[in-house]
């Protein structure tokens, strides 16, 4: 038996380092996800900001469980203009505009279909799909504030142990503790990227 699951993780934290700094730092998916106690490896394919992701965990009965994901990344510039500056394509801008006028920046991770088979269940092999948005703005003090919210869906296959329980309840057990288990990796992982930066704290 099948199951789809869904599990979401977010955060809101404060770094201690320069705007241009930490959303370059931050914009690297196989140094962060170095930290996340799941990620296994991040490779980037031949295809232009996709990357592949292999997630491994265990499952009850301490059997290797992985997840493969398929990611494209996107970054995009939050500029706030006043309203002397007109345009009409954002070419138009220059540079020194564009500087002077950012914001902040978002980072966009979502799920990249592939044509090739991924799934394998009988050797515990499945195709996850990733979603995330990462919202960087510089604050006072060269501190930069980081807003982080993920989700991921998975289909895997359930033990014939699990089958005798309802499915609605089965359901929502395993998206919350998907959930629980994302959160936690989320707070691993940036309080591990800290090593990299004096210190930050959560807002």
């Not at 730092?25 to 232009?48: G, W």
């Not at 359930?158 to 989320?186: C, D, W």
Request: hydrophobic share 40%.
């Amino acid at each position: 038996m099948e199951m789809d699951a869904t599990g979401v993780s977010k955060g809101d934290w404060i770094f201690h380092g320069e705007f241009e700094t930490t959303t370059a730092y931050l914009s690297d998916q196989k140094r962060i996800l170095a930290f996340n106690p799941f990620c296994h490896s991040v490779e980037l394919t031949e295809t232009e900001n996709v990357y592949k992701w292999l997630f491994r965990v265990t499952d009850p009965q301490n059997n290797p469980f992985d997840v493969i994901f398929f990611v494209e990344q996107s970054e995009e510039l939050l500029v706030e203009l006043p309203e002397h500056i007109t345009y009409e394509e954002p070419e138009e801008l220059s540079d020194e505009t564009i500087k002077l006028y950012t914001i902040g920046k978002k980072i966009h991770w979502k799920h990249y279909p592939v044509t090739a088979q991924i799934e394998d269940p009988a050797k515990y092999l499945f195709e996850g799909k990733a979603f995330a948005d990462m919202e960087m703005h510089p604050v006072k003090e060269n501190k930069t504030r980081v807003q982080f919210n993920l989700r991921v869906d998975v289909r895997f296959v359930l033990y014939p142990a699990f089958r005798i329980v309802p499915e609605k309840i089965l359901h929502a057990m395993t998206n919350a503790g998907m959930s629980m288990i994302m959160q936690s990796a989320t707070n691993t992982m940036f309080h591990s990227i800290t090593k990299d930066f004096n210190s930050f704290k959560q807002a």
